[in-house]
């Protein structure tokens, strides 16, 4: 049974107040508190941008920022030449039906796309929530829209499939009066916070008992407005979810990239370079919207090689990989965003032994025209090369060869014949055959034993 919105914020208090061992209500102990083992395992995950701003389906999910915070002519005239006159965002919520919504095809979807979990926003900027929130009257999907509750099926429906769950919560709401007179009082006031934001946090958790937390929505004031210490000490000390529960580093406007769990730094972020902290990197599979755009064009989309690309390469880097899809209004997801789902999980099926639970190995890539990424997993190290030799010969510079060293082609049951580099490294006559036979064309996989 969901708590009050007052023994909600009495609950943030104290947990603030506490603290409670072993964690307390600083950055110093929160951010030694060691990442769960399951999310570094998982490597893929799918992201969900759902809300009201799949209605307008044009821009952005920042449509309503930008007609009414900005007022963008190109926003005024889109809404004056399709809706009524004085048409406002709430008018859109009756219309966010999600009356295709079918829970248990998009938790299948994602299994067969290779996520090991799955983010979905519970509530965007815009403040509209996709459960029942107690201090969400009226904006939430249980009072108007679907009339239902779709944190708590799409849960279901991926538990039942294994998949683990996180749950994407903004901090801010745009245009939120409270968070307003907060923000005019120069954040030294916490209205928002201890009225609207730390209870929707507590009734997630203690509702639904997520896997993950994807804080966003946390720019604009510091952790300290947001009580964020605070919250992640109860979090991780009293919560149903102490033991298992990761978060992100998106807590307050001087956090990202430097305090919580892993961290996202910014979206569609590439360090370049071996990291020294657990990261993610999302990306969108429409490069101009994380959520539903009804006017997108297929030159805007990530095509299979591109989002293979980037996941071996954020893999290879330490990182996770977390893939976004906007669905319709009606909660479909459409078919060219299954399509890259699926050719996404046809690569893992074959390849998914040098992604999933793997650790970067000593060198992450080598610098040549066959763009080679490595892996590794105990004594094995995978070579996962993107681009196929035009001789067929490749080279690889990194691994030092001994006399066990052994070369096996993923998805490829012949053998496969290499030597040892006039140099250094292995040089290796990658099979011959019909492109037909080899494992898709989008990037292939050695494995290699007894190489250092």
Not at 134 to 148: E, K
Not at 301 to 318: K, N, P, W, Y
Request: net charge neutral; charged share 20%; with cysteine.
């Amino acid at each position: 049974m969901a708590l009050s919105c007052g023994a909600l914020a009495l609950l943030a208090l104290a947990a603030g107040a506490a603290g409670g061992p072993p964690y307390s209500a600083d950055w110093a102990s929160l951010d030694a508190r060691p990442l769960p083992a399951w999310f570094d395992e998982a490597k893929v995950g799918v992201f969900v941008h759902w809300g009201v701003f799949a209605v307008p389906a044009w821009g952005s999910e920042w449509f309503w920022w930008h007609w009414r915070g900005e007022g963008r002519a190109d926003y005024e005239r889109f809404v004056a030449q399709r809706y009524l006159p004085g048409t406002t965002y709430a008018d859109f919520a009756p219309l966010f039906t999600a009356r295709d919504f079918q829970p248990r095809d998009w938790a299948r979807l994602f299994q067969l796309a290779g996520a090991r979990y799955v983010v979905l926003t519970t509530k965007h900027h815009e403040g509209f929530t996709n459960w029942g929130s107690p201090v969400s009257w009226n904006w939430n999907s249980v009072d108007t829209g679907p009339h239902r509750d779709l944190v708590e099926e799409l849960g279901q429906a991926l538990r039942d499939r294994k998949i683990y769950y996180g749950l994407y919560h903004s901090l801010l709401e745009w245009f939120h009066p409270l968070y307003l007179d907060d923000k005019k009082n120069g954040f030294k006031t916490q209205n928002f916070v201890f009225q609207k934001t730390m209870p929707e946090l507590y009734d997630l958790v203690l509702r639904y008992k997520p896997d993950l937390i994807w804080s966003d929505g946390d720019w604009e004031a510091p952790d300290t407005y947001w009580n964020s210490t605070s919250f992640l000490a109860w979090l991780y000390n009293d919560s149903p979810v102490k033991d298992t529960v990761v978060v992100n580093d998106r807590w307050g406007k001087n956090c990202s990239c430097h305090h919580g769990g892993f961290y996202n730094c910014a979206d569609k972020y590439k360090p370049g370079t071996l990291p020294d902290h657990k990261w993610e990197m999302c990306s969108s599979v429409d490069k101009r919207s994380w959520g539903y755009r009804s006017n997108m064009q297929l030159a805007e989309l990530m095509d299979a090689s591109s989002i293979i690309r980037e996941l071996v390469q954020t893999v290879s880097f330490g990182g996770n990989y977390l893939l976004n899809v906007g669905p319709t209004k009606e909660g479909v997801i459409v078919p060219v965003f299954q399509e890259r789902l699926l050719s996404l999980g046809e690569w893992l099926g074959i390849n998914g032994e040098a992604i999933y639970a793997s650790k970067p190995w000593r060198v992450q890539v080598e610098n040549s025209m066959n763009n080679v990424w490595y892996t590794s997993k105990g004594p094995v190290v995978y070579a996962i090369f993107l681009n196929w030799p035009w001789d067929g010969m490749l080279k690889l510079s990194s691994p030092i060869p001994s006399s066990d060293t052994k070369v096996t082609f993923l998805g490829f049951s012949g053998t496969v014949k290499w030597e040892k580099s006039p140099d250094k490294g292995l040089l290796i006559t990658l099979p011959y055959v019909s492109p037909s036979v080899l494992p898709m064309q989008l990037g292939w996989t050695l494995r290699l034993k007894g190489v250092k």
